[in-house]
C-alpha cells in the first residue's frame, strides 16, 4: 500500500458511543478519573469530535476537513496547528487541552502509578534474541529508536526486518498491526521483504505483509514532514504500530547547508522529531528511525565519527543504537544513549534469512 499526501481520507461511518449515560456520570467526577475512563475499552477514542466540549458541528467539519477525525488526532495535533484550521487561538487552547486531558490522562501521578504504566509497555521483537535483550524486549511504543551507522552497517535491514515482525502475532514478539514505511533515500526493496519472509517467516504469507506496510517516498524535508502529518488520518484506521524514518535527517542536511543555515535546520529538525515522538506516545505505537554519522575533524582521539543532527535528534530520540560491521561479516550494535539502559552491546548476522543470531 502507498500513501498518497494530501488526499484527505474519507470518513468513516458514525462510531457507536458505548454507554453514553456511564461517561456522563464519571465526566462528572474529579480529573484525576480520566485515565480510567480512558482505559475502559477506549471508549473516548469511538468518541465523536462533537462530544468533546468546545466543538460544535462547524468547528468539527473544519477539522475533518483538514484531516482531524477524532478525539485522538485532536490530541496528537499542536495548538498553533488547530488555530490555523478554526480560526481562534484561544478556542484552539481551550479544544487541544480538553482532547489531550481525556487521551493522556490526569495530569500528576506518583512515581509508583507511572512504574505500573511503564510495565504495559509493548515491544516489537527484532527476530534476533541478541538485539531483543539488548533492548530488554525489543522495539518499545511510545518512544523513538535511533539506529545510528556508517553505509553499509544494517540500518536498512533492521527497518525491513521490523517491518515483518510488527505483524506477528502478540505472542510471537509483534503487534499484530501494520507498518509505515517513509523511505527518503530509495533505499526500501519490497523484493528484500519478501526473501525474509519466504526464507524465515513462514508463518506469514509474502503478500500479505507486503500489503501491510503503507509506504511513502519522501523527496525533500517538508515533503517528509508533510507525510508524517498525513499519517495521523492513517493511524488508527489501518492499525498502525510502527513508523519507519529511513533516514531522519538526511534531506534537512541537504537543504540546509553551512552554519548560517544551522539555526533553521536544526528548528525545522527539532519539529519534525517532536511530530514522531506525539505520534508514538498518543497513538501507543513505536517510531524507529535511521541516522547517518558525520566526521568530526577537532576530534584527533577516539571515534572521530557522531551521528548527524546533533543535540536535537540526541535529546528527542528516546533509544540510540550504534551499528558497525566487525570481522566475518558480524554486525555490532551498541546502545550509546538511553534512559535505562547501561552502555553495552550485541552481536549479529545479515544473511538471505534477515538479521539472525551468530549461533
Known amino acids: 500500500m502507498v500513501l498518497e499526501v494530501g488526499r484527505g481520507s474519507r470518513r468513516r461511518s458514525k462510531s457507536q458511543v458505548k454507554d453514553l449515560d456511564e461517561i456522563d456520570e464519571l465526566l462528572g467526577e474529579d480529573v484525576k478519573d480520566f485515565s480510567r475512563v480512558v482505559s475502559e475499552d477506549e471508549m473516548f477514542f469511538d468518541m465523536e ?51 489531550q486531558k481525556l487521551v493522556l490522562g490526569k495530569l500528576f501521578i506518583t512515581a509508583k502509578e507511572y512504574y505500573e504504566q511503564r510495565l504495559k509497555v509493548r515491544r516489537i521483537t527484532t527476530g534476533v534474541k541478541a538485539l531483543d ?14 539506529f545510528i551507522g556508517e553505509f553499509g552497517a544494517g540500518k536498512t ?4 526486518q521490523l517491518s515483518i515482525t510488527t505483524q506477528l502475532p502478540e505472542e510471537e514478539g509483534g503487534l499484530n498491526g ?41 523527496y525533500n524535508s517538508d515533503h517528509q514532514m508533510l507525510i508524517v502529518n498525513e499519517l495521523k488520518k492513517l493511524i488508527e484506521k489501518e492499525n498502525i504500530k510502527l513508523v519507519v524514518v529511513d533516514s531522519l535527517v538526511s534531506h534537512f542536511r541537504a ?19 517532536h511530530q514522531l515522538l506525539r505520534i508514538a506516545m498518543i497513538y501507543d505505537l513505536a517510531v524507529v528511525v535511521t541516522n547517518q554519522v558525520v566526521s568530526s575533524p577537532d576530534i584527533f582521539f577516539g571515534n572521530p565519527l557522531k551521528p548527524a543532527g546533533g543535540n536535537v535528534v540526541a535529546h528527542g530520540c528516546t533509544y540510540r543504537i550504534w551499528l558497525k560491521k566487525s570481522r566475518e561479516g558480524k554486525r555490532i550494535a551498541r546502545i550509546i544513549d538511553s534512559p535505562k539502559h547501561a552502555e553495552r552491546e550485541a552481536a549479529f ?11
Open 49 to 99: 469530535l462533537e462530544d468533546l466540549e468546545g466543538i460544535g458541528r462547524v468547528t468539527a467539519e473544519k477539522l475533518r476537513s483538514a484531516g482531524i477525525y477524532s478525539v485522538r488526532d485532536l490530541a496528537a495535533a499542536s495548538v498553533q496547528e488547530i488555530a490555523s484550521i478554526i480560526g481562534s487561538e484561544d478556542r484552539a487552547k481551550t479544544i487541544v487541552s480538553n482532547a
Open 133 to 146: 535483550n539488548l533492548l530488554e524486549g525489543g522495539i518499545e511504543t511510545q518512544a523513538i529508536t535511533e
Open 157 to 160: 535491514q533492521i527497518c525491513h
Open 178 to 218: 501494520k507498518v509505515a514505511y517513509i523511505d527518503t533515500e530509495g533505499t526500501f526493496r519490497p523484493e528484500r521483504i519478501y526473501q525474509i519472509v519466504k526464507r524465515r517467516f513462514k508463518q506469514l504469507d509474502p503478500e500479505k505483509v507486503l500489503d501491510n506496510i503503507i509506504y511513502a517516498r519522501a
Open 255 to 273: 537543504e540546509y547547508p553551512g552554519r548560517e543555515n544551522l539555526a533553521v535546520r536544526q528548528q525545522k529538525l527539532n519539529l519534525h522529531v
Open 349 to 359: 548476522r545479515i544473511t538471505e534469512e534477515g538479521l539472525v543470531d551468530l549461533e
